[in-house]
């Protein structure tokens, strides 16, 4: 390797390595041994110190399982010190790694993604990828897999255990990131809450999640590190925006929505609703899927009825969505048989429509229900 013997010399002259120590196979130290290269200007220069592998363990070389021994300059994710760092329990995986980056100062999220393995950031659960950023957090695998949205290439991601389909998350960071400043001033982590579709509001502190810089309007997105920071050039500190209030029943049916995904702090709420048909028989991956499937119906017609893709405003209007479908839930099957009724009977040909599509479609789900559960739904339909 070009100027390997040079700093051969200067690793030897300052005590680093023994004289007989080869130089091929070299890899890149941390930053207690540039300070100790002072002989060689032109390598002190370069953004990136490399040290032979041998010594490696000694002075906490960036080195991870299956890295070949050509590593070059743009390896500049220090993997072997390890952080200290552990996820928070309702933290997602990006939000995670994009902490890690900001203590590491690396550019970007998506950097480290590619040192640890995936070529893009997203929340999969990958096993050797997973292996070598609980090493470098200085965490355990199963605490990596937690904060994960399920296996690679499944259309169900498995959210704090519960299954739901993909489409309800944000798996792979398609979508604007939305957040709670208020949340982020309490403490400085993304909330896993903030990846689910059906969740639009902060039921903490009543507040809808904010997705767009309130000067340039672009979308926040996981660009850079970090997470305190808005992605736009504008740079703004994203726990001092002000976001707009909510009703207290939809703060309240957001609630719920927690609680069966897994919050602790709404259980209470998530068991109340569940003691009522038709969710009695339902566990929580599916009552959650069912309220929001059901609550994008009652909103109006849309182009694929009873699915769990959100389009264009319907992502910003999920709370309204959830509160509908409670309220049905609180009067069943009452009130949801003369929503269908009133549609069957509009002069609107597309509301009539909706109201077929939509009735078929919930059918089909239910008919894929596990058999010992959706016994009301079944009765119903």
């Known amino acids: 390797m070009k100027g390997g013997s040079a700093l051969k010399r200067a690793l030897c002259g300052s005590g680093a390595i023994a004289p007989n120590v080869p130089a091929p196979a070299l890899v890149r130290v941390s930053c207690s041994v540039r300070a100790k290269i002072t002989s060689c200007k032109r390598l002190v220069r370069s953004p990136t110190i490399f040290a032979p592998k041998e ?11 299956g890295m070949d021994d050509q590593t070059t300059s743009k390896h500049r994710f220090v993997e072997k010190r390890s952080l200290g760092a552990h996820p928070k329990s309702d933290e997602s995986l990006i939000g995670f790694v994009a902490r890690l980056a900001e203590r590491q100062r690396v550019q970007t999220v998506n950097t480290v993604f590619v040192e640890i393995g995936p ?9 050797e990828p997973a292996a070598r950023l609980a090493h470098l957090a200085g965490t355990t ?5 937690t904060i994960s949205y399920g296996p690679v290439d499944s259309s169900v991601a498995v959210f704090r255990g519960r299954k739901l389909p993909a489409k309800m998350l944000d798996v792979f960071a398609r979508r604007y990131r939305r957040l709670c ?3 982020l001033e309490e403490s400085a982590h993304h909330r896993c809450w903030w990846d689910v579709q059906a969740i639009s509001v902060c039921p903490i502190h009543k507040l809808a999640l904010i997705a767009a810089c309130p000067k340039c309007k672009k979308g926040f997105v996981w660009k850079g590190s970090g997470v305190l920071t808005s992605s736009c050039a504008c740079e703004l500190d994203l726990r001092g925006l002000a976001c707009a209030a909510v009703t207290d029943d939809e703060s309240a049916a957001t609630g719920v929505m927690h609680g069966l995904l ?18 009695s028989d339902l566990d929580d991956g599916h009552a959650a899927e069912f309220l ?32 509908a479908s409670c309220d049905v839930v609180k009067s069943w099957p009452n ?7 009133a549609w069957a009977a509009s002069d609107d040909p597309e509301v009539c429509k909706h109201a077929q599509k939509s009735a078929a479609a919930m059918q089909r789900w239910v008919n ?10 079944r009765d119903f339909i």
Do not use: M
């Open 55 to 65: 010594i490696a363990n000694k002075w906490s070389v960036a080195y991870r399982p």
């Open 119 to 127: 070529s893009v950031a997203n929340n999969r659960f990958y096993d």
């Open 141 to 145: 695998v199963d605490a990596i897999r």
């Open 181 to 183: 400043p208020r949340c």
């Open 262 to 279: 897994g919050d602790p702090r709404f259980q209470d709420e998530a068991n109340q609703i569940k003691s009522l048909p038709p969710l």
């Open 292 to 323: 929001f499937r059901l609550g994008l119906d009652l909103l109006g017609p849309r182009r694929k009825p009873f699915s769990a893709s959100t389009t264009g405003d319907l992502l910003f209007r999920t709370h309204e969505a959830v509160k």
């Open 335 to 341: 009130q949801l048989i003369d929503i269908q009724s």
């Open 368 to 377: 894929h229900l596990p058999p010992d559960q959706g016994l009301d739904l």
